[in-house]
């Protein structure tokens, strides 16, 4: 008898905590239930993570600075515990020598010290640098002794891989922001505009927003990114192509505002509202915009991986970002030639990380969106 | 049959307004660019060792129409586009449509058997897949669906040519071999073009298959639950008839109409995966046309001539669309 009530009581108490539970914490517990958007989740922090603290985690500077000249198009090297010699507790990594010399036909040639070992290092001091662009650090995660390691090789300039993808996800994270902010704004305004006044204005801003659409937008924007003066500087660059990819996008948003302010503004709860006197303002906010934050979010979410996809196609095309930016595009420019594809094959590990990224923001953003939906659950 | 006429009037004349304000925007655009041809063409003649003075630009601006107002050249430019005339380049001074002529119709055909090939594969396959329960078949699609968004096309492309130089040795890349690459068309000609056309055909529908499955399977999750196909279910209809004839007549639609989108999809990538594969045809010719050259008047035909074939082909979907489905019909033939 006591079982059943105490059973009866914690019933009640779920289904208070349901009834009463706000916005925010009904979308987490439907979100929580799906394990591939979880796992995606955790993945696109880890990687979110990595890429705030790409200077602390990477072992050197990802531009020229940074570069190992010794080591141009060096194979990655990976830490290992035990060689011919034994084992040790630190991992390790084997010296290189190059030389060029009669016996190499002249040519440099690499070769592998199985005897030296660079043991690695952890919490050492390297390259400068400004974590979060304000503090003055010159710690790393880690490093060798005596040398230099490249986890994921060298490129021909003898930069750092490693390094450079760990920025090159900042990089986009920070492109993709501003791109989808930028976008954004648009689209809350000429949506908004087109959605809450309807009638002939709406008409004529779709018929606009519908020409726009049609246009191929990479081809379009190639064009407009080619207009970038040559000696611009990579700062104003980056804000270039970060606004390029705003107009990107704004069209598709636009459209979402729209269709749901022009479907919001006829409902019973906003007819409500006004019949208590609310004023238009107060209607917007209190009202029409939490209805519909969480679909904005969602949209964000998803429109993000377009933002960071298209700015690697214009940067791979060399309309875009270029050196000494890292980014996946310019990163994987001289991946074309013959020789990277032949012998350098390790110029594509950063392209594993970005297709994570990708992935991790589309499961993300679905998983939102089904969260989002309280219909979802009733479907099902 | 008249009312169907106007009907095809009423749309040819919003793809018309479509077209007027795309060519405005990609004029306006053009005209942008720091300098315009005269400069350019000037500049050139200067590197050639003959000096020139700011009266020869004026001169040269007068020759090409340049000194006329902005609103006048737009509107002359327009009038010629839909005749298919587009000047001359900056650069290379030679006739747009000549340059453009062959290669835009090769590129056009390129993509439009890519998208032919994501249809004839998410259309079978997202059917299927809906009606099915099949755990592992729905999951893989899924995969295969985010895949085909987290891997674009170059970097499929990029991809491909890294495994096809690893185990090959070839980088399959271009549209005809060596001996025809200026040879006159003819069969033998056709069949060298199919042999290389299927890698580019498949990368760049590789993407469009991925999302076209979705949508396809999305449509026909949505028409299998609804009352209508339990009712033709209870009159004895069964399995792939059931299937044909009821939701996928109803869900095919949407899908007709997101061909267009799915073309635009597609050029979006032609210019890359061209470069990559390094195809010789419009969409390399646009990068040419850009990164290389600033070559504005190249650029803004290419430009025009993509949207123009996804207008067009989004009126020929509206119409098929009437056709094909009664409910259109029945709205337009009030």
Not at chain 2, 139 to 158: C, I, K, Q, T, V
Request: with cysteine; hydrophobic share 50%.
């Amino acid at each position: 008898m006591t079982d059943v009530t105490t059973d009866n009581t914690q019933d009640q108490k779920a289904k208070e905590a349901y009834f009463t539970a706000s916005q925010g914490q009904l979308i987490w517990a439907r979100f929580k239930k799906q394990r591939a958007a979880l796992i995606a989740a955790v993945i696109l922090v880890a990687l979110i993570l990595s890429g705030i603290f790409a200077p602390f985690l990477s072992p050197y500077d990802p531009t020229i600075a940074g570069r190992d000249k010794d080591y141009t198009n060096g194979a990655p090297q990976l830490p290992q515990f035990c060689d011919s010699n034994g084992c040790s507790a630190r991992p390790f990594i084997h010296a290189v020598k190059r030389e060029r010399s009669m016996a190499t036909n002249f040519r440099w040639v690499t070769t592998i010290d199985e005897d030296t070992r660079l043991y690695m290092n952890f919490f050492v001091e390297g390259d400068d640098y400004h974590l979060f662009d304000l503090i003055h650090m010159d710690t790393h995660l880690f490093g060798v002794e005596g040398g230099k390691i490249h986890l994921f090789g060298t490129d021909e300039d003898g930069q750092d891989i490693f390094s450079r993808t760990l920025h090159a996800i900042w990089t986009s994270m920070k492109v993709g922001s501003i791109g989808v902010f930028i976008a954004f704004v648009l689209a809350l305004i000429i949506g908004g505009v087109s959605g809450y006044y309807g009638g002939w204005i709406d008409g004529v801003i779709q018929m606009i927003t519908d020409a726009v659409r049609t246009v191929p937008a990479i081809p379009l924007f190639m064009a407009v990114a080619a207009f970038m003066p040559p000696e611009m500087t990579a700062e104003a660059r980056f804000f270039y192509i970060s606004l390029i990819l705003g107009f990107i996008g704004w069209p598709t948003l636009a459209r979402r505002v729209r269709t749901h302010l022009l479907t919001e503004r006829n409902q019973e709860y906003v007819l409500a509202a006004q019949l208590c006197g609310a004023k238009p303002g107060h209607v917007i906010r209190r009202h029409l915009l939490p209805s519909f934050t969480s679909y904005i979010i969602v949209d964000l979410v998803i429109s993000f991986p377009y933002m960071v996809l298209s700015e690697t196609a214009l940067s791979f095309i060399g309309l875009g970002l270029k050196d000494p930016v890292s980014s996946l595009g310019v990163m994987l420019q001289k991946a074309t030639s013959a020789d990277v594809l032949l012998n350098y094959q390790w110029y594509f590990i950063p392209v594993i990380f970005f297709i994570a990224l990708v992935m991790a923001f589309v499961f993300v953003g679905d998983g939102l969106r089904d969260a989002a939906d309280p219909y979802s659950e009733a479907k099902k | 049959m008249l009312q169907f006429g106007r009907f095809v009037m009423v749309r040819a004349m919003m793809a018309m307004t479509t077209l007027i304000i795309v060519s405005l925007v990609v004029f306006t655009l053009m005209e942008l660019v720091p300098g315009d041809c005269a400069e350019r063409y000037l500049a050139f003649k200067n590197t050639q060792g003959s000096g020139i003075s700011l009266e020869d630009i004026e001169i040269e601006r007068q020759r090409l129409g340049l000194d006329r107002p902005f609103l006048t050249r737009w509107a002359s430019w327009i009038v010629n586009a839909f005749q298919g005339e587009y000047g001359d380049s900056c650069i290379l001074r030679v006739n747009i449509a000549q340059l453009l002529g062959a290669k835009f119709w090769l590129s056009l055909g390129v993509c439009l058997a890519s998208l032919a090939l994501a249809y004839a594969i998410a259309i079978p396959v997202g059917i299927i897949s809906a009606a099915s329960n099949n755990p592992f078949l729905n999951n893989g699609l899924r995969l295969f669906s985010y895949l085909g968004l987290a891997m674009p096309n170059f970097l499929l492309a990029l991809m491909i040519m890294l495994v096809s130089t690893i185990w090959f040795g070839e980088t399959l890349t271009g549209l005809f071999s060596k001996e025809y690459r200026d040879a006159p068309w003819d069969w033998n000609k056709f069949v060298d073009l199919m042999k290389h056309a299927w890698l580019p055909i498949f990368i760049l529908g590789w993407s469009a298959t991925a999302f076209a499955l979705q949508t396809v399977r999305a449509l026909m999750s949505d028409e299998i639950g609804k009352l209508y196909v339990t009712a033709a279910a209870a009159r004895g209809v069964y399995g792939r008839k059931l299937l044909w004839r009821y939701p996928a007549r109803h869900a095919l639609g949407p899908i007709v109409n997101s061909l267009g989108f799915d073309l635009n999809r597609i050029f979006n990538e032609l210019p890359i995966v061209a470069l990559i594969l390094t195809l010789t045809e419009a969409g390399a010719l646009l990068i040419e046309a850009l990164a290389r050259s600033n070559d504005q008047q190249l650029a803004g035909a290419i430009i025009f001539l993509l949207t123009a074939s996804i207008v067009t082909l989004n009126f020929f979907t509206d119409i098929l669309l009437a056709v094909i489905d009664p409910r259109v019909r029945k709205s337009i033939l009030r």
